[in-house]
């Protein structure tokens, strides 16, 4: 995972390098971009990844939500799924669309002195859906 | 589909008309409103409608979205739904709030000069869940 | 349920006493911070419950969400859910961070003079997922 930054009018880009499926933490990037008193907008500009916030402390909870979610949305070529018509960019791809509709594609959380309001055992995480490797662009943006 | 505007202390209306369950794109109608830099929330006023930000390029990944939620809450006189109590609004009803829980009630896009920050596959749409046509009113607002 | 605040820089938290799985109604209590034109944030601060805008007239609606959820997130010790991995925590654990995947941690209202443009049919709930009583905490701030 490779994180960068590009300042524009305030709007940041955090970039994350993604291979295959998973939670990838951004709670650090995300909280770098936190300042002031406000809300902190997060937006992944894709349509097969997510975000999420979800437990921090044991990967098995992480590993528990993806088989969840690969078993709610199976890859393209699992016989509940022949009813798929989007299939040509793979058995994964679709179901990635499917996902990315199931989990949150923004987020906000409200910042105090610069601090993001997270609970104690929360973090923050791009969620991707995809099979091979993929360079994900997260919108960061801090509103008063 | 028709779209109308109500300005009351910088929040917009954007008006959907629907025929029945569907995705329909308010990508441009979210651009118009639009403008400086920061975030642009758009909230749905209903609880049997969402908003979804999906891939904008093949109709086939918008049935295929379609057929899933389908498959996942069906109509309440399919068998595997028959322990839903709320069934007096027609058996598209307590399916369209369930779909409505599970899909976004409200969305945050940032804004650089004036400009959405959706990626390049990226359209904003009306998910409507009903069966009859209803007219759908989205709020549209800035914030800095 | 009990409601406290607390002002730090503009942030409040409303505080919900959940006992069991439910959901507890908030509109009043974020109402009371929303102010002047802007956006209202709400924001979840755990991986176990969640937000939801859902039908605040028959309660028939909320327990068929209820069910829903039940039905597609069972309990750890459900055969179908032998694949999980993190139980230490009680049968309920799991599906609630799971559950908590599936619905939003945070929600943005537009606010035009004071007032949530909330439709008429929609309340704020905070969504528990989990079996023991719990102290939970929503994190609310205006934006402009």
Not at 66 to 93: K, N
Not at 109 to 116: D, E, W
């Amino acid at each position: 995972m490779r994180q960068g930054r590009a300042s524009r009018s305030g709007m940041e880009i955090v970039t994350v390098e993604t291979q295959g499926p998973g939670l990838y933490e951004i709670t650090a990037e995300a909280a770098a971009h936190a300042s002031g008193d406000g809300v902190l907008t997060l937006f992944v500009r894709h349509t097969s990844c997510s975000l999420l916030i979800q437990q921090n402390a044991d990967p098995d909870v992480q590993a528990d939500i993806l088989a969840f979610f690969d078993r709610l949305v199976p890859p393209a070529d699992h016989p509940s799924m022949s009813y798929l018509t989007h299939t040509i960019e793979g058995p994964d791809d679709m179901p990635a669309h499917i996902k990315a509709s199931l989990l949150p594609v923004s987020l906000q959380i409200p910042v105090t002195n610069g601090r993001l309001a997270l609970g104690t055992w929360q973090g923050i995480y791009l969620f991707e859906h995809r099979t091979f490797s993929h360079r994900r662009e997260v919108a960061v943006r801090m509103s008063r």
